[in-house]
């Protein structure tokens, strides 16, 4: 499939670290398959959280104007997401989190507006996946991001399939990633496989 268009954003607050390095090798894995790709760092852009204003439940939009508006473009322009991060304390770091608490727009625009979400009729099913990277071992280490996940990705208009999420356990310091070949042909795989879902 051609003319794809796949956007990585990187949830982690370091750059050039394990998270960054996977969803490089997701990206390229989509670049390979014919995709267009693009990259956000959130870290990057300066943004508020959530301030519960509820403005977006009269207006679908949000009533705060900042970076975030670059991330909103981006996801309304995207045909599939891979979205990376780190597990802090069981959870996203705050960087993913505050933009998914951001996107509580969409949300409101299609649960209390009962609105369309803002894309072209023709456009191609929109799929969404994650790749999770932990220090420890814990076999609940990203349950509690799933369920994040799960209502993010349907607010956004992404269809969820957890068999796009890649884990990845017991990595701790920056860079040791490479030292796990399996891991990066996944996430190589990963991306290949998104950027050629019909």
């Not at 993913?96 to 979400?117: G, H, N, T």
């Not at 799933?146 to 993010?152: A, E, G, P, Q, S």
Request: hydrophobic content about 40%.
């Amino acid at each position: 499939m051609t003319d794809i268009k796949v956007l990585g954003i990187l949830g982690s607050p370091r750059h050039n670290g394990n998270s960054d390095i996977l969803l490089d090798q997701a990206l390229k894995g989509a670049v390979e398959a014919g995709a267009k790709t693009r990259k956000v760092s959130l870290n990057d852009l300066l943004f508020s959280s959530c301030i519960e204003c509820n403005d977006c439940f009269e207006s679908g939009e949000c009533s705060l104007t900042d970076d975030m508006d670059q991330v909103y473009e981006a996801i309304e322009l995207a045909d599939r997401i891979i979205l990376a991060a780190p597990m802090f304390f069981m959870a996203l770091p705050a960087q993913a989190k505050a933009m998914i608490d951001r996107c509580q727009r969409y949300w409101a625009s299609k649960y209390v507006l009962k609105e369309p979400f803002p894309r072209p009729a023709d456009s191609p099913r929109r799929f969404a996946a994650f790749i999770g990277i932990g220090a420890t071992r814990g076999s609940q280490l990203f349950d509690g991001t799933v369920l994040t996940l799960k209502y993010f990705f349907d607010a956004i208009d992404m269809e969820p399939r957890e068999d796009l999420y890649l884990f990845v356990r017991g990595v701790d310091y920056q860079g040791e990633i490479n030292e796990r070949k399996d891991s990066l042909q996944a996430a190589y795989d990963l991306g290949r496989f998104i950027a050629g879902l019909e």
